[in-house]
């Protein structure tokens, strides 16, 4: 078995990368003048996914002419989230309600994804199909995070993810998640974390390690240093 479509959330405001992001939406800033969209979906095609949804609110615009502009090889769809923003979790339930797929890759364009990532998650992927999972966070340690400022998210042991004090692991902006996590929901603003806690308190959130190290566009401040790296 194998994931058909892929989510990228691209609708927040980007705060944190004020100014750059005041007149240019976070997943259009270029690292070595490539931008983090072009990064992001290019990756997913290497992993042989031709069916791509992008949801947009702040500047989606842009997004949505880049996407036609960049003519990928892909079956891009952007989906607008509508008169206010959805959060990620609302977001994923509204790009979802556009297949007919159970399961879905969803990823962040915020991280800087490369060919480095492609084995990873395809191991990742057969790991959920073959645990028969509904759901699955891509994770690193934080020791290998280009932004020492990040705290750890989760413990990681035997694929389990928990909190506890010895937080080491940080997720890095893919997971797979399935459609039946959401059927308890409606379209309207809420965040990930929310399903991902009420998975928390049954053991049930799934993690993968990641040993690559981790990029990723917190802030302004981790921006320029990757821009000169």
């Given at each position: 078995m194998k994931i058909n479509t892929a989510l990228i959330l691209c609708a927040g405001f980007g705060k944190r990368l004020d100014p750059l992001t005041l007149e240019i939406p976070k997943p259009l800033l270029k690292l070595k003048n490539v931008t983090m969209l072009e990064t992001c979906v290019n990756t997913i095609i290497k992993l042989g996914i031709n069916k791509i949804f992008i949801n947009t609110f702040y500047l989606g615009k842009q997004i949505s002419a880049?996407?036609?502009?960049?003519?990928?090889s892909a079956d891009i769809q952007v989906i607008d989230d509508g008169k206010e923003i959805l959060n990620t979790g609302g977001g994923i339930l509204n790009l979802m309600q556009q297949s007919m797929d159970n399961d879905y890759?969803?990823?962040n364009p915020d991280t800087v994804w490369s060919e480095k990532y492609i084995d990873e998650i395809g191991k990742m992927q057969n790991f959920y199909f073959s645990q028969k999972l509904?759901?699955?966070?891509?994770t690193t340690n934080k020791a290998l995070s280009f932004d020492k400022n990040l705290?750890?998210?989760?413990?990681?042991?035997n694929n389990l993810l928990k909190?506890?004090?010895n937080k080491n692991f940080i997720y890095i902006g893919?997971?797979?998640l399935s459609r039946d996590l959401f059927k308890d929901y409606k379209i309207k603003n809420f965040p990930i974390s929310k399903i991902w806690e009420n998975l928390l308190k049954i053991d049930?959130?799934?993690g993968f390690e990641s040993l690559n190290k981790f990029y990723h566009l917190t802030n302004l401040e981790t921006f320029r240093k990757l821009k000169d790296f």
């Open positions: 880049f996407i036609k502009e960049k003519n990928f890759l969803v990823f509904n759901n699955i966070l891509l705290k750890g998210d989760f413990r990681l042991r909190k506890s004090i893919c997971q797979i049930r959130l799934n």
